[in-house]
Structures are given as C-alpha cells and as structure tokens.
C-alpha cells in the first residue's frame, strides 16, 4: 500500500521553483513524495532538507547526496537549518494534515471508521494521547478543544457524555468514542466524527501551535525571491497561513511605515487557494478538501 499519495504534487513543486543548485525544506517528509519531486529536480550541488516526526516515515528517505532528512517535529526548523549550515534557503513546502498511511494504519487511532487504541499521536514517542485527552481532560478543557478545533455544534454537552462516560470505565478505543457521539451526530453523522476526531489529533500533536512557531521562523531562513507554499486541510490551519502570508505576522495586522507603505516580508502570488482538480479528488478523495497558497519572500 502506498504510504501517501501527495497532494497537489505538480502543482506545488512547480511554484516552488526550484532551481537545480538551490536549498530546499519539505516540512512534511510523510511518504516522501514531494521529496523526490524535487529531488528529481535537483542539480549535483542541490540541497533538500526534510522533516518528519512519524518513526514510519523515516524507512522512505531516499539515499541520495543532497538529501537530509530530520527526525524532528518541523516546529523545529530554524534551529536544524542552522546546525546544518542550510540558513538561507530558496523555498519551504509544506503539506499539513495527516498522512494516508496514519489513516489507514488502525493501531494508529486516527480514524472513526476503524476501531482501535486512542492513540493519534503523529510521533510515537510523544506523550499525551487521545486517551490521555479524553480521561484526563475536565469537562471545559475538552469543550474548549471540541469547539475551538473542531467546530462542533453542542460542546459542553459532548463533554460532559464524554466525563460521565469515563467514570469507572476508562475510554480506551475509537469505536468506545464513536459510540458515545452517535446521540450527537445527527444526519451528517460522518462528518460530525470527523470534526471530533479532528479536534483531539490537533489537541494531542499541538498542531496549531507548531504551525504557529514555524510561520513565525519561516520569514527568517527564506532568502529574497524564494517560496512559501503551504497545502492545508482545513479552515483553522488555512486561515493562520491566509493571515501570515497577506500581514508577515500571525495577527493579520498589516503594519505600514511612516509614509503609508504596508511591511510585509511577503508577495502573494496566487490570490485565491489553489485547489485539486476533479480528476485528483476522483483518484484521492482526501484531496477534497486540500486549500494550497504561495507566496515569494520580498
């Protein structure tokens, strides 16, 4: 089974122009399939720099000069990129969201559809778990992270079937967890378990967080006229890169100088997100949702 197939691959390596002597970072390692996109690209004297915290995903690295993988949450960056003497580099890629191997691998926990441990850490060896969230959580933690991550109608209720649940007989599986929602699901019952599992991985991996930190470090390592191109997956993770692409801060404050003129370290080169195409939501229907934006350091 493919581990992952890449989303929007032409699409976002072509925009990241890459050039054959350039230095490039792939946030997102995952199955490596934007990895060797560029790669392909790549001359003799060419640099790729990769990050992926999934222990899974470290068998894929391919083994070639130039390539470097980093066994690391991306959160990280700016600190790898300086030990590796790689700082400034020509463009950061970046394709957020789970991976189709997490999916589709049970034991993981990041999928309703299979039952399994309460797991859906993205690393292994990270500490809390969806069970730790769950069981350990009080009630207002856990609406908060139901509400704000996931979006869901009736949070304080979930939570509080959720603690009631728990006492005496810890939560253990996804299917226990499915259970529990089915009363709250309504018609659109698969999408509702989608937005709370949704809102415990992001809890688990401190996903928002980390997307945070990096748009932060990012300005700093690209060189003038490099790239930034970001593939997300839903509106909470979109919305952070709209704001730091069209502001340079993560306020979505556009600062201006003394005479009027906006200071942004960023030029939008697509206006509106990119999004798949019929024939590859066809082919990978997790692609359905996928909002790509680009923008070129000034």
Same mark, same amino acid.
């Given at each position: 089974?493919? +581990?992952?197939?890449?989303?929007?691959?032409?699409?976002?390596?072509?925009?990241?122009?890459?050039?054959?002597?350039?230095?490039?970072?792939?946030? @997102?390692?995952?199955?490596?399939?934007?990895?060797?996109?560029?790669?392909?690209?790549?001359?003799?004297?060419?640099?790729?720099?990769?990050?992926? /915290?999934?222990?899974?995903?470290?068998?894929?690295?391919?083994?070639?000069?130039?390539? @470097?993988?980093?066994?690391?949450?991306?959160?990280?960056?700016?600190?790898? %990129?300086?030990?590796?003497?790689?700082?400034?580099?020509?463009?950061?890629?970046?394709?957020?969201?789970?991976?189709?191997?997490? &999916?589709?691998?049970?034991?993981?926990?990041?999928?309703?559809?299979?039952?399994?441990?309460?797991?859906?850490?993205?690393?292994?060896?990270?500490?809390?778990?969806?069970?730790?969230?769950?069981?350990? +959580?009080?009630?207002?933690?856990?609406?908060?992270?139901?509400?704000? +991550?996931?979006?869901?109608?009736?949070?304080?209720?979930?939570?509080?079937?959720?603690?009631?649940?728990? @006492?005496?007989?810890?939560?253990?599986?996804?299917?226990?967890?499915?259970?529990?929602?089915?009363?709250?699901?309504?018609?659109?019952?698969?999408?509702? +378990?989608?937005?709370?599992?949704?809102?415990?991985?992001?809890?688990?991996?401190?996903?928002? /967080?980390?997307?945070?930190? =990096? &748009?932060?470090?990012?300005?700093?390592?690209?060189?003038?006229?490099?790239? &930034?191109?970001?593939?997300?997956?839903?509106? &909470?993770?979109?919305?952070?890169?709209?704001?730091?692409?069209?502001?340079?801060? %993560?306020?979505?404050?556009?600062?201006?100088?003394?005479?009027?003129?906006?200071? @942004?370290?960023?030029? %939008?080169?697509?206006?509106?997100?990119?999004?798949?195409?019929?024939?590859?939501?066809?082919?990978?229907?997790?692609?359905?949702?996928?909002?790509?934006? =680009?923008?070129?350091?000034?």
């Amino acid at each position: 089974m493919e +581990y992952h197939r890449p989303v929007l691959l032409a699409e976002s390596v072509e925009w990241l122009n890459v050039k054959p002597n350039g230095c490039y970072v792939d946030l @997102t390692f995952g199955g490596g399939g934007h990895s060797r996109k560029i790669l392909e690209m790549l001359g003799q004297n060419g640099r790729l720099i990769a990050f992926d /915290r999934d222990e899974d995903a470290w068998a894929a690295a391919p083994d070639k000069p130039g390539f @470097t993988l980093v066994p690391v949450n991306y959160r990280h960056m700016e600190r790898f %990129l300086e030990y590796l003497n790689a700082v400034p580099v020509d463009g950061v890629l970046a394709d957020l969201g789970v991976s189709s191997h997490q &999916l589709d691998e049970g034991e993981r926990g990041f999928s309703f559809r299979v039952d399994a441990p309460l797991d859906m850490r993205m690393g292994r060896r990270s500490g809390k778990s969806a069970a730790t969230v769950l069981n350990e +959580y009080s009630a207002e933690e856990l609406a908060r992270v139901l509400g704000a +991550y996931g979006e869901v109608r009736r949070p304080m209720a979930i939570a509080h079937a959720i603690v009631k649940k728990r @006492t005496g007989h810890a939560l253990a599986t996804t299917g226990q967890l499915t259970d529990l929602l089915k009363p709250f699901s309504g018609k659109a019952e698969w999408k509702f +378990y989608a937005q709370v599992f949704q809102a415990i991985r992001i809890e688990v991996n401190d996903e928002l /967080r980390a997307v945070e930190e =990096v &748009l932060e470090q990012i300005a700093r390592v690209i060189k003038p006229g490099g790239r &930034l191109v970001v593939i997300s997956y839903h509106s &909470l993770e979109d919305r952070l890169v709209k704001r730091f692409m069209r502001t340079g801060n %993560l306020r979505g404050e556009l600062e201006k100088d003394a005479y009027g003129v906006p200071q @942004t370290p960023w030029k %939008l080169l697509v206006k509106k997100p990119i999004e798949p195409g019929k024939k590859e939501i066809e082919e990978n229907s997790r692609a359905r949702s996928a909002r790509m934006r =680009v923008a070129e350091k000034i």
